[in-house]
């Protein structure tokens, strides 16, 4: 996984002292990958680290992660937002890194498994920033709101309340709409912070009966709460097409307090 992780306030970008001071603890002459999720403030504060470092000879290379199908070119990014996709690019990038391969081929297999992971979110109610003391948007009880971001962002469209099953076909429609679902298949149902993981659970099985419904095989899987919108009650689905070596890197031994398997 990450050598470091720089954290900001609720729902801002860590400012570039922060991802320099990182960078310098980690760099051991190789030079350094940034994984960067996309938003505007991340993108630029990560750019300027890059540049400071740079200076102080320090090798950068920034991986943009851009996985989000719901929304593109909203309030708060250019393009398309980095979500779910994030945990499988450290997990896998660091892998690689822990086997010894150098900084082009890390960020190269980085940028592979954002080009083939794709995810949608799905939002039961909204969450409260501590700054705002109020939630981001309202929602009705029996409204729900699709293609909402990891920093409370509402997303595309407001709809009914609909059972599990047609949740999972709204978000992996969008999935499937932009990345084929077949295949070996690495699949994370992700909690947005308030959801049960019996529920959680629950959509898994949903998500995996879509799945395999249009040729896909869930190989590996993820479920529980890996990138959270505080108390938000929701999930996301994050679908990446695997391959032979991605596959092999997802499996190899971590040693983290949110993911944990091998030796």
Known sequence: MLDAACPGEVF??????????????????????????????????FQMAAELAGDEGIEVVPVVINDDVAVEDSLYTAGRRGTGATVFVEKIAGALAEEGADLAAVAAVAREVNDRSRSFGVALSSCVVPAAGKPTFELGDSEIELGIGIHGEPGRTRAALT????????????????LAVNGDLLV???????????????????????????????????????????????????????TDTLTRLWDAPVDTPALRWGR
């Open 163 to 178: 059972p599990a099953a047609e949740l999972a076909a709204v978000a992996l429609d969008a999935i499937n709409a932009d």
């Open 12 to 45: 801002t970008s860590p400012v570039p002292d922060q991802m320099v001071i990182a960078t310098k603890a980690v760099n051991g002459g190789a030079g350094v990958l940034h994984v960067v999720k996309n938003y505007t403030g991340d993108v630029l504060n």
């Open 188 to 242: 994370m149902v992700n909690g947005m912070g308030g959801t049960p993981l019996i529920e959680l659970y629950l959509m898994f099985n949903e998500v995996r009966h879509y799945l395999e419904a249009r040729g896909g095989r869930v190989a590996r899987n993820l479920v529980g709460n890996y990138i959270t919108s505080l108390e938000m009650q929701g999930f996301s689905v994050t679908v990446c097409q695997l």
